[in-house]
C-alpha cells in the first residue's frame, strides 16, 4: 500500500514539474509574440526623401567622348620577291605619296629586258625585210605572218617585264609618317611581306557616336568645339566630315570630325577626345536626378510613390543633362520618385516622405 501511494505520489509531481514548464514556455512565447508584433508596428514604413518628375527646357549642347585617328592610314605590302637592295625610310620618316621607299634586287629583269629589247629590234627588222620582199615572191605569206607574230610577243614580253621591273621599286601610295617599319635593308621580301604602315595625321579625324536624339542635330561641315583629354583647357576647332547613315549594335552612329593637324601639332592617333555639338537651340524634357534609379539607367527601374505605397516601376532613359536623366516613357509629370531610401525597399513597401 505504501508503494503506491508513493508511485502516484511520484506522478503528481512529475505532472505539477511538467505543467510548470509548459505554463512558463507558453508565457514566454506570448511575450516574444508580443515583442514581434510590437516590432512590426513600429517599423511599418521606410523613410524616403523623394522628387517630382518636371518638364524643363534644356539647351540642346552636348558632349560626347571619341578617340582620334589618322584621317589616312596604309599597311604598305610587297607583290614582289628578292633582297633589299636599298631601303630609303626610317621609323618617324615623312615621305610624299610616290617616294621610292626600298628597291629589290632586279639585275635579272634589267638584263632580260635589255634582251628582249635587242631581240624587238631585230624582230622589227626582219619584219620589215620580209614585208619588201613579200611583192617580189622572195617569202611567203606566212612567213611574214609569223615574224609580225614573234614581234608582238617580243612586244608582250617587254611589257611584262617593265611591270615586274616597276614592282621591284616600292614606293609610298600616300603622304604620310612611317610607322611600324617591318624590315631591314638586305632582308628578303615575299610576295604579300608587310614592310611598314603610313599615317596621315596632317588631318586627324575623331570619331565620336552619337544617340539617334544627338545625330539628327549633327550635319556635315558642322563646326564643333574639340578637346584632347591630355591638353587641358586648350581647344581645337573642327568640322564634320561625314554622318554615318547607320547606326550600329550599341544603336549608336558614327561622326567623323576632321581637325587641321599640320606636321608637328599636338594631337597624335589613339588619343582619346571630346566634341562639343553646341545647337543653339532649346528642347523640352521630362526628368529626373539621376539618384532616383534603382540601380543603373540601363535597368531603367525607379520607386513610385502612391499614395503611401513605393511602386516599381519600369522607365526608358534618354539624355542625361547633367545630374538629371531624361524619360522618354514609363512617368508622368508631377508624379513623385523615390530619391533615397531605395536600398530598404521591396515593391509595394509603405513609405514614409521626410524632407
Do not use: C, H
Not at 508503494?3 to 514539474?17: E, N, R, S, T
Not at 638586305?186 to 595625321?201: C, D, E, W
Amino acid at each position: 500500500m505504501k508503494l503506491i501511494l508513493k508511485i502516484v505520489a511520484a506522478i503528481l509531481l512529475i505532472g505539477a514539474i511538467a505543467y510548470g514548464i509548459s505554463w512558463q514556455l507558453s508565457k514566454n512565447k506570448g511575450t516574444m509574440q508580443q515583442e514581434v508584433e510590437l516590432s512590426r508596428t513600429s517599423n511599418t514604413f521606410v523613410p524616403v526623401k523623394v522628387a517630382t518628375v518636371e518638364k524643363k527646357s534644356f539647351k540642346e549642347d552636348f558632349t560626347v567622348n571619341g578617340t582620334f585617328q589618322p584621317s589616312k592610314e596604309v599597311t604598305l605590302v610587297s607583290d614582289v620577291s628578292g633582297k633589299i637592295t636599298k631601303l630609303n625610310f626610317d621609323d618617324g620618316s615623312y615621305v610624299q605619296a610616290g617616294n621610292t621607299l626600298l628597291t629589290v634586287d632586279n639585275e635579272l629583269i634589267q638584263n632580260d629586258l635589255e634582251l628582249s629589247e635587242l631581240d624587238l629590234e631585230k624582230a622589227g627588222k626582219d619584219l620589215q625585210r620580209m614585208e619588201n620582199l613579200l611583192g617580189k615572191g622572195g617569202v611567203t605569206e606566212v612567213q611574214v605572218e609569223e615574224a609580225k607574230l614573234r614581234s608582238n610577243n617580243l612586244k608582250v614580253k617587254i611589257k611584262s617585264l617593265k611591270k615586274r621591273l616597276s614592282d621591284t621599286y616600292v614606293k609610298a601610295p600616300i603622304s604620310g609618317i612611317i610607322s611600324q617599319n617591318k624590315v631591314e635593308n638586305g632582308s628578303y621580301l615575299a610576295p604579300g611581306t608587310p614592310v611598314a604602315n603610313i599615317v596621315n595625321v596632317s588631318t586627324i579625324f575623331l570619331n565620336v557616336y552619337l544617340t539617334e536624339a544627338q545625330v539628327v542635330t549633327a550635319r556635315k561641315g558642322q563646326k564643333v568645339e574639340v578637346t584632347a583629354d591630355v591638353y587641358q583647357g586648350k581647344k581645337f576647332s573642327g568640322t564634320v566630315n561625314l554622318v554615318d547613315v547607320k547606326a550600329d549594335e550599341s544603336k549608336r552612329f558614327r561622326v567623323e570630325i576632321a581637325i587641321d593637324n599640320p606636321s608637328g601639332a599636338m594631337l597624335k592617333a589613339g588619343m582619346n577626345g571630346k566634341a562639343r555639338f553646341v545647337a543653339g537651340e532649346k528642347v523640352a524634357a521630362l526628368i529626373i536626378p539621376r539618384e532616383a534609379f534603382a540601380g543603373s539607367t540601363s535597368d531603367g527601374e525607379v520607386y513610385v510613390v502612391d499614395g503611401s505605397k513605393a511602386v516599381l516601376r519600369k522607365v526608358e532613359a534618354g539624355e542625361t543633362f547633367e545630374n538629371m536623366v531624361e524619360i522618354l516613357a514609363g512617368l508622368q509629370e508631377g508624379e513623385t520618385v523615390v530619391l533615397t531610401g531605395q536600398i530598404n525597399l521591396t515593391n509595394g513597401a509603405t513609405v514614409k516622405v521626410i524632407k
